[in-house]
């Protein structure tokens, strides 16, 4: 398989995933949930997700879709479009699955996935985050990581804009 097929292999639909998270259950995988927008790829994206591959066996990222990042940020973004996105996390060898979600949140994704870990950045409360009922009720952990510090689309779509 060339490099580029096995990148668009990680990125799923929910059957596909549906059918990946059967196998790795029986293959008694810990596995590890958590999603965003993920617009412009930075040195923060990629220390957050490698920090949240740490909390187990498989990650899987669940990516907002262009309509549903278009109803959270407004209608300047996304800037980079779904497939571009997805297949840029996917590229990354300790992300084992991507998923597009066209929700506001990721509820409907969780409650497929059924995550032992679900993870977000510390800006978030564990108990606040979409799934956190979804996670525990199975005797699941709820986890934030730290950002890096002045990593952000936003900041770097200010300083675009600036210079």
Aim: charged share 25%; proline share 4%; with cysteine.
């Amino acid at each position: 398989m060339q490099m580029l097929d096995f990148i668009r292999s990680k990125v799923l639909d929910t059957a596909a995933l549906r059918r990946k998270v059967s196998v790795w259950r029986l293959q008694s995988k810990k596995i590890v949930f958590t999603n965003g927008c993920f617009d412009i790829m930075h040195l923060g994206h990629v220390d957050y997700l490698a920090k949240a591959s740490d909390e187990g066996d498989v990650l899987i990222v669940g990516v907002n879709s262009d309509a549903s990042i278009k109803k959270l940020k407004g209608p300047h973004r996304p800037i980079n479009n779904e497939e571009q996105r997805s297949m840029l996390i996917a590229s990354l060898h300790f992300v084992d699955a991507v998923v597009i979600f066209n929700e506001d949140t990721p509820y409907e994704l969780i409650k497929t996935v059924q995550p032992d870990v679900l993870v977000k950045g510390a800006d978030y409360a564990p108990e606040k985050i979409v799934g956190y009922d979804i996670v525990t009720a199975k005797g699941g952990r709820v986890i934030t990581i730290e950002l890096l510090p002045g990593y952000s689309t936003s900041l770097i779509e200010e300083r675009v804009k600036k210079s």
